[in-house]
């Protein structure tokens, strides 16, 4: 059956046609925007990840060890220090000692930030120590880089949760 008069032609497309045009423009911008607004984002995560797995090592060193280390950070880069042993040990040797940098270690050595520069804000606001005890002070640590934020926070019973 014919739908027009003999001789003309039906040209154009139909409205499904134009919707399913739209639909696959629309899905291949909003996965490019995603990708080039998230590499920034992606990166500080993945600090973020990296962060939190030091300080779990950091925390399971200093207990195993009997000595606190303490996190040192800037929009750089971070690192671990702990008090030093003298070379010898004895009862005597109450000197000064050269602080452990953990050079040699690949989870605790200085690191820099892959999403750099990095702002750090900390509450409470004061130094990061690993102590011995098994019950740690809470913490709330933000990252923040090129208007990504990422939050970590560590409860009392040492666990830590990326927001």
């Known amino acids: 059956m014919r739908t027009s008069v003999p001789g003309i032609c039906e040209r154009g ?5 134009m919707l399913v045009v739209v639909a696959i423009i629309a899905i291949a911008a909003s ?3 995603l990708s080039v607004a998230s590499s920034s984002g992606r990166a500080l995560r993945a600090d973020a ?5 030091a300080f779990a090592v950091a925390q399971s060193e200093a207990r195993s060890d009997g000595r606190a280390i303490r996190w040192h950070a800037d929009e750089r880069g971070w690192s671990f220090e702990r008090r030093g ?3 010898r040990l004895s009862a005597q040797d109450d000197g000064p000692r050269t602080p452990d940098r953990f050079e040699q270690d690949e989870a605790l050595r200085a690191q820099a930030w892959a999403a750099a520069p990095v702002a ?4 409470p606001d004061r130094p990061v120590v690993f102590g011995t005890e098994w019950i740690a002070d809470p913490l709330v640590l933000e990252l923040a880089t ?4 990422i939050r970590i926070e560590r409860d009392a019973a040492g666990g830590y949760a990326i927001q």
């Open 146 to 149: 090129q208007g990504d934020t």
């Open 49 to 53: 990840e990296r962060l939190v797995d």
């Open 120 to 123: 750090l804000r900390l509450a």
């Open 31 to 33: 996965m490019v925007s």
């Open 13 to 17: 497309f139909t409205l499904i046609e």
């Open 85 to 87: 042993r003298p070379a």
